[in-house]
């Protein structure tokens, strides 16, 4: 989980969180800036498990998680506040 504190970012003060759900990586955005919470997620990837999620000084979400099955590394970039 992270949130993004970058002062310059349009999308400060966001909530990010990935989780592991039955070995399926899901990620998840919520904010306040529209009034009470609003909750988008998504599923990132299947036959995984574990996850690091990092917020640039745009405001950029990166997000890196294990394809245990394909036996790789991949990696995600939004520049949308998550979307």
């Known amino acids: 989980m992270t949130v993004d504190y970058q002062p310059a970012s349009p999308c400060r003060d966001r909530?990010?969180?990935?989780?592991?759900?039955?070995?399926?990586?899901?990620?998840?955005?919520?904010?306040s800036d529209t009034g009470p919470w609003s909750i988008t997620g998504a599923s990132l990837d299947s036959a995984s498990i574990g996850t690091d999620i990092a917020v640039g000084p745009g405001g950029e979400v990166y997000d890196v998680w294990a394809n245990t099955s394909l036996k790789q590394?991949?990696?995600?970039?939004?520049t949308n506040c998550g979307g």
């Open 15 to 31: 909530l990010y969180v990935d989780w592991d759900d039955g070995n399926t990586e899901k990620a998840a955005t919520a904010a």
């Open 73 to 78: 590394i991949n990696f995600s970039k939004s």
